[in-house]
T-cell receptor
Framework: AQKVTQAQTEISVVEKEDVTLDCVYETRDTTYYLFWYKQPPSGELVFLIRRNSFDEQNEISGRYSWNFQKSTSSFNFTITASQVVDSAVYFCALKRGNAGNMLTFGGGTRLMVKP | NAGVMQNPRHLVRRRGQEARLRCSPMKGHSHVYWYRQLPEEGLKFMVYLQKENIIDESGMPKERFSAEFPKEGPSILRIQQVVRGDSAAYFC??????????????FGPGTRLLVL
């Protein structure tokens, strides 16, 4: 069975602070894919990143960075110098590599960035 | 460059009525997925369809819910005899294909269903 846990339900930071959103996953598959999505107050889901299980390189995109560690089954997301526009619910998701097409989502982390 | 389209964005129904939710995938995408998001919860998979085929409906409630993706036109999620517990946001996603596992699913803006 697949499972994604986002232990932080809500985080509040002040603008310009760095913040890390945790994601821990469970799977028996050797090939799998991890995703992060952002859900701003307007409600839509915005794709941020996809990571393959066989590629543990960390990734940086502007103020966003992702740390994938298979040894701890974690795929954490860091926002550097947070801004008010980063306020949203962030979801981590897992997809099996060779069977099934569904995404298994974590419960989400609500990030509030205060000015 | 249209993304995934869903309509209506908001839908209000009284208990016992039917709800029809529509989803048009991104151009070039032939695979559609439906997810439900209950208040303050993450998204839960419901069904995966290709044109004229239901591939995986393991997350779909056995009664009152059905989905289709006809050869022409949008995918439809249909809820018959709605109950208050059906109130949720329903998201549609699409991908170019379903194979390879690595396909990214791109989501629509969702339909917020409120059952009175």
């Amino acid at each position: 069975a697949q499972k994604v846990t986002q232990a932080q339900t809500e985080i509040s930071v002040v603008e310009k602070e760095d913040v890390t959103l945790d994601c821990v996953y469970e799977t028996r598959d050797t090939t799998y894919y991890l995703f992060w999505y952002k859900q701003p107050p307007s409600g839509e889901l915005v794709f941020l990143i996809r990571r393959n299980s066989f590629d543990e390189q960390n990734e940086i995109s502007g103020r966003y960075s992702w740390n994938f560690q298979k040894s701890t089954s974690s795929f954490n997301f860091t926002i550097t110098a947070s801004q008010v526009v980063d306020s949203a619910v962030y979801f981590c998701a897992l997809k099996r590599g060779n069977a099934g097409n569904m995404l298994t989502f974590g419960g989400g982390t609500r990030l509030m960035v205060k000015p | 460059n249209a993304g995934v389209m869903q309509n209506p964005r908001h839908l209000v129904r009284r208990r016992g009525q039917e709800a029809r939710l529509r989803c048009s995938p991104m151009k070039g995408h032939s695979h559609v997925y439906w997810y439900r998001q209950l208040p303050e919860e993450g998204l839960k998979f419901m069904v995966y369809l290709q044109k004229e085929n239901i591939i995986d409906e393991s997350g779909m409630p056995k009664e009152r819910f059905s989905a289709e993706f006809p050869k022409e036109g949008p995918s439809i999620l249909r809820i018959q005899q709605v109950v208050r517990g059906d109130s949720a946001a329903y998201f549609c996603a699409s991908s170019p294909s379903g194979t390879g596992g690595q396909e990214t699913q791109y989501f629509g803006p969702g339909t917020r269903l409120l059952v009175l």
